[in-house]
C-alpha cells in the first residue's frame, strides 16, 4: 500500500514525463521503491507502533479527519464536471446502470469491494483502548462517541461512493482518487492523494497499537506497567 500510495503521488497522468521513474510500467521495474518502504517503515512506522500511550495518536486521528474532508470536497466540488463529461461522450440510453455482471468476472471485483467494505471498520479495534484513556469515560458518554463516529464514517463513505461513481460511471477505477483527469492540471487531487498517502501511514501504527495493547489485556498483562519495547 504504501509502495502504491507513493507511485500515486509523484505521478500523474497528464505529467507522464515529470517524473519519469514513477511511470506505472517503470516504478513496477524500480529497485528504488523498496528501500523507500523500507526506510518509511523503519523511521516513521516503528517508533509509533511502540507507543504505550495510543491518545498519543489523537493528533494522526485529527490529520486524518481533515484529509478525508479535503479529499471528499474536491470529489464532490469535481463530480458536475466528470459526469457532464460523461454525458458528452457517452449515450446514456445506451447504459445498463443495473449491470452487475463486470463485479462477477475473473478479476472478481465484487469481493475486492467486500474486503475494501470490512477493511474501512478496522480502525475500531481501537474503541476500547481509547476508552480507557478518556478523562469522564462514562457509558453515556462513550456511546455518543462511538455513534458519532459511526455516522461520520457512514458519511464519508456515502459521499465518496455516490460522488466516485458519478464521477466515473462506467469502469469506475478501485481508486476513485486515482482516476484519470480530465483537467490541464488537478493540482487539488494530487494533494488529496498526498493527504492520503500520509493519513494511510499514520493509520497503521494506529491499528497495530490498538490490537497490542489490547492483546496484553487480554492475556492479563498490565499495559500501565510494560515497557514500550514489550
Not at 463486470?102 to 475494501?116: C, D, E, I, V
Not at 455513534?147 to 458519511?155: E, P, T, Y
Request: proline share 3%; with cysteine.
Amino acid at each position: 500500500m504504501i509502495g502504491l500510495f507513493i507511485h500515486g503521488i509523484f505521478y500523474d497522468e497528464q505529467y507522464p514525463d515529470f517524473f519519469n521513474d514513477f511511470i506505472p510500467e517503470v516504478w513496477d521495474k524500480e529497485i528504488i521503491k523498496y528501500p523507500v518502504m523500507l526506510g518509511i517503515a523503519v523511521i516513521i512506522l516503528s517508533p509509533l507502533c511502540l507507543l504505550k500511550d495510543i491518545s498519543k495518536m489523537r493528533f494522526a486521528s485529527i490529520l486524518g479527519i481533515l484529509s478525508l474532508t479535503y479529499t471528499v470536497i474536491v470529489i464532490i466540488a469535481q463530480c458536475y464536471s466528470y459526469f457532464s463529461y460523461f454525458l458528452d461522450k457517452n449515450n446514456i440510453n445506451d447504459i445498463n446502470w443495473f449491470d452487475f455482471s463486470t463485479g462477477f468476472s475473473n478479476k472478481l471485483y465484487f469481493f475486492t469491494g467486500t474486503a475494501t467494505v470490512f477493511f474501512a471498520y478496522t480502525c475500531h479495534i481501537g474503541a476500547l483502548p481509547v476508552y480507557k484513556t478518556l478523562r469522564n469515560n462514562t457509558s453515556k458518554r462513550i456511546n455518543k462517541v462511538f455513534l458519532r463516529s459511526i455516522i461520520l464514517d457512514c458519511s464519508f463513505y456515502i459521499l465518496v461512493g455516490v460522488s466516485g461513481f458519478l464521477t466515473i460511471p462506467i469502469n469506475t477505477p478501485e481508486l476513485i482518487i486515482y482516476r484519470k483527469s480530465i483537467y490541464t492540471n488537478d493540482m487539488f487531487m494530487i494533494i488529496g492523494r498526498l493527504l492520503i498517502a500520509i493519513n494511510l501511514i499514520l493509520c497503521l501504527p494506529g491499528n497495530y497499537n490498538a490490537f497490542r495493547l489490547s492483546f496484553m489485556e487480554l492475556l492479563g498483562l498490565d499495559i500501565d506497567n510494560i515497557s514500550n519495547i514489550q
